[in-house]
């Protein structure tokens, strides 16, 4: 199991940043962290949790939908959420949710009815985040400004600094009002569906998930942007999930944290 450790408020600036020997231990890091978060949160209702494709939190949620997550894991009370898909097939390998189905919802017991993925079947990525809005819309009736609140968003980074789909200068990072929205990004470019830096700035605890040399340089930026917010920019989409209310949390292997200040870890 993950060992205990405290998250650092937005309010009181900064990030707890955490680093694991190996992408093993990461893994096992990031399972234990969603463990806590809906161990804690059952009870209140239904724990609400978007997570991110990409190939980083693969190995993660292998290690939630195996013991000894998995047998303690409150599967009944939780309600996934993707952060972004790629407009592809979903049985096309570039398939946030195919990733998603492969590592966690076929390996666990998630019951139907509680993944709730970005709809590529549709005829467009409009339509997709259009539908996308409109069901979280549904599942936080009553929610302050209409933005859903999750309890924790799993999200990776781009060595170009986008997070979710929301890359470097792009328009969507000035949205206001959409929860949801199509995008193009990526390298290549693909047409995508991105949730909003409205919707990530309402989410209670969001945890970055870096693994890798080739992650190194952006982890150093990013960190860097929430130790001193004038750092921030659309140039490093990550720099802008600065949760109101929220806490933030990165946890890295040796190898992404390599370039860090040894003043940037916390303690723990
Ligand atoms: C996606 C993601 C994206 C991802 C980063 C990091 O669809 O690509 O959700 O934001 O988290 O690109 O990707 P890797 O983990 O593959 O490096």
């Not at 998630?110 to 079947?121: A, C, E």
Request: charged letters at 20%; proline letters at 11%; hydrophobic letters at 45%.
């Amino acid at each position: 199991m993950a060992r205990a450790v405290t998250d650092v408020p937005m309010r009181e600036g900064g990030a707890g940043v955490f680093v694991l020997p190996t992408p093993s231990e990461l893994a096992r890091a990031v399972a234990g962290r969603l463990w806590g978060v809906a161990r804690e949160r059952t009870g209140a209702g239904p724990v609400h949790i978007a997570l991110s494709g990409g190939e980083t939190p693969r190995k993660a949620y292998q290690t939630l939908a195996a013991e000894p997550y998995r047998g303690r894991f409150p599967w009944g009370s939780v309600h996934f959420w993707q952060t972004d898909e790629r407009f592809v097939p979903a049985s096309d390998p570039r398939s946030n949710r195919r990733m998603i189905g492969e590592a966690l919802l076929s390996r666990a017991p998630v019951p139907r009815g509680n993944f709730h993925g970005i709809d590529t079947s549709l005829p467009g990525p409009g339509e997709a985040a259009r539908a996308y809005a409109s069901e979280l819309r549904g599942a936080f009736p009553g929610a302050p400004g209409g933005v859903p609140r999750f309890d924790v968003a799993v999200l990776g980074i781009g060595a170009d600094g986008h997070t979710a789909s929301l890359f470097p200068g792009s328009p969507a990072l000035a949205e206001e009002l959409a929860l949801a929205l199509p995008v193009e990004g990526g390298d290549p470019p693909l047409p995508r569906v991105t949730v909003t830096l409205p919707v990530l700035n309402a989410v209670l605890r969001v945890v970055f998930v870096l693994q890798g040399e080739g992650k190194a340089k952006v982890m150093r930026d990013v960190v860097a942007a929430f130790r001193d917010p004038s750092l921030r920019s659309p140039g490093l989409p990550a720099t802008l999930v600065a949760p109101r209310r929220g806490t933030v949390v990165f946890l890295a292997d040796a190898a992404a944290a390599s370039l860090l200040p040894a003043s940037s870890r916390s303690p723990g």
